[in-house]
Each structure stands twice: as C-alpha cells, then as structure tokens.
C-alpha cells in the first residue's frame, strides 16, 4: 500500500512540470487525493484537492490559475500539473490520502524553480 | 481569508506535559486533524475529529476542543515525541495547516 511521486526537478520560472503519483495497493478509485508542498525549512501548505472520480477540484489561493490537478483512475495515477512556475513554488510535493482515521503520504518529489 | 494559528515552538523536558494550540475561526464548525512531522519523513496523522486517536498512535497523545481553538496534549513528552506538529482543517472548499510548531524535549 504506497503512493510515489514522481516528475520533480529543476525548472526555470515561468516554465511547466508535471508531477505524477503513482498508487498502489488499495482501492484508489475510491478516494479523493490531495497535493500537500514544503518549501525547504518551511511547514506545510496544503495545494489541492481532488474527488474520487475527478468531478471536483479544490485549490488553495497560491497556486489558483496556474496548477491544475488530475487523475487517471484506469492508471492508478494522480497528476499536478504546474504552469506559471515561479521561484517560490520551490518544495517537496508530496501525494496524500488523508481519509477519517487513516492517512497515507508518498515520499515526495522535489521541485526547484531557479534560473 | 481563512487562516490556523499555531505558536510557532513549545519546549518541556522528559516527562511533562506538552500542550500545542489551533486557533483559527473555522473550528468553530468543522473538525480538527493534527499531524506529526520528524525530520526527513513525511507526515503522520495522530489526532482526528478533534479527539480521536487513530491505532498505534500512543495514548499520551490526546486532543481537545473549545470554541476557536483546537488543542494537542502531549501527557509525558518523551525524547521521540520531539518534531514539527501542524493542525489541519477544512472550510467550504479550501483545506488548511496551522504554520507548525516545534515541540522541544530536552
């Protein structure tokens, strides 16, 4: 039972990324995922939500216009895309299934936004 | 704008209880999760629905609730409890964390 992200690197500003999150182990059709960053030495901030079936979509203020959130739930696989990419977007990404009494976080995948 | 506020550090030695804050207007009407962070990992989840404790999350760690503000109880802090505690809530469509603190135990 795992969630791994993936597509992180370095981008220039302004640029595009595309972050995946690969789920396994459970029922993934049946729940809805958020994308939670971390710039370096900060806390938490949540980015997004989406439903179990990708009809709803939730996004924090910062990031609102720019990043849009997916899924494939044939694939098992959850997407971040990010457009727009400015300097402080720079964090760990990670993938989480927060669901009443049971949580799940992937490793994260690391985003550095620098010229 | 919707917003947790947390004090940013907490310091107790071995033994004592440890109590960490939420405050923010939306717990007025919606429940509270709280997360535990060490360094390097990812985090966990330890309190939700504002007192309840998921399983094999240790009994020394409790949650309470009063109006505004959400409150973590750390009742015997241990060395190993020492990490980053974030308090996580949800209104309308957006979802938050607290800004963090520090739990000390030296």
């Known amino acids: 039972v795992q969630l791994v992200e993936s597509g992180g690197g370095v981008v220039q500003p302004g640029r595009s990324l595309r972050l995946s999150c690969a789920a396994s182990g459970f029922s993934f059709s049946d729940y809805g995922i958020h994308w939670v960053r971390q710039a370096p030495g900060k806390g938490l901030e949540w980015v997004a939500l989406?439903?179990?079936?990708?009809?709803?979509?939730y996004y924090a203020d910062s990031v609102k216009g720019r990043f849009t959130i997916s899924r494939d739930n044939s694939k098992n696989t959850l997407f971040l895309h990010m457009n727009s990419l400015r300097p402080d977007d720079t964090a760990v990404y990670y993938c989480?299934?927060?669901?009443?009494?049971?949580?799940?976080w992937g490793q994260g995948t690391m985003v550095t936004v620098s010229s | 704008s919707y917003e947790l506020t947390q004090p940013s550090s907490v310091s107790v030695s071995p033994g004592q209880t440890a109590r960490i804050t939420c405050s923010g207007d939306?717990?007025?009407?919606?429940?509270a999760r709280w997360f535990q962070q060490k360094p390097g990992q990812a985090p966990l989840l330890i309190i939700y629905k504002d007192t309840e404790r998921p399983s094999g999350i240790p009994e020394r760690f409790s949650g309470s609730s009063s109006g505004t503000t959400v409150t973590l109880t750390i009742s015997g802090a241990q060395v190993e409890d020492e990490a980053d505690y974030y308090c996580f809530s949800a209104t309308d469509n957006i979802r938050m964390f607290g800004g963090g603190t520090k739990l000390t135990v030296l």
């Open positions: 989406i439903s179990y079936d990708g009809s709803n979509k």
């Open positions: 989480a299934m927060i669901v009443d009494d049971f949580d799940m």
């Open positions: 939306v717990l007025t009407n919606t429940y």
